[in-house]
């Protein structure tokens, strides 16, 4: 009995290292992913004033951060649809616990309003910007897949028109 009790007051501290570790590994990584949402509200606001302008422009000079493509993501796509649309893993999430919560709910549709989509912008495998846009403001839905950093220059179809098309220069 006695050597019960010894093995188990060396096993506990070695069982909440392990824990600690495990979750200080967990939320370094939830920082590794985690995407501050300034700089996407940065290129919302740019970008509603330059095409509500009926202005055309090289999405490039509307962001403050270097990024090497941009993903249009259409309604009704699920978390790990984005994530391999894009080629990373991110997290809009502010908290880590608002992370966990996330991680352990089932990967559903993840904006599920036809009215929504998504602008991502990423380097490399980090993401760096996640706007979601109101289609009735700009709609991108029309430029499908993965663009790059020197394309495109846009601009909208014709006055009052939310929809962005590409502009061949």
């Not at 430029?143 to 009052?160: D, K």
Request: aromatic share 8%; with cysteine.
């Amino acid at each position: 009995m006695k050597m019960r009790k010894k093995r188990l007051r060396q096993a506990v501290p070695i069982a909440a290292a392990a824990l600690l570790l495990a979750l200080l590994a967990d939320i370094n990584g939830y920082y590794g992913h985690r995407v501050p949402g300034g700089a996407g509200e940065l290129f919302r606001a740019r970008l509603l004033e330059t095409l509500g302008q009926g202005g055309q422009v090289r999405l490039s000079e509307l962001t403050d951060f270097d990024w090497d493509r941009m993903a249009v993501v259409p309604p009704y796509t699920t978390w790990e649809q984005m994530e391999e649309v894009v080629g990373a893993e991110w997290t809009n999430a502010s908290t880590y616990p608002g992370y966990m919560l996330l991680r352990m709910l089932p990967d559903t549709c993840t904006m599920c309003h036809e009215g929504m989509h998504r602008l991502v912008f990423a380097i490399g495998s980090r993401v760096l910007a996640d706007v979601s846009l109101s289609r009735t403001d700009f709609d991108f839905t029309g430029l499908s897949g993965i663009t790059r950093m020197e394309e495109p220059i846009v601009g909208t179809e014709s006055a009052g028109s939310p929809l962005v098309v590409v502009i061949q220069p």
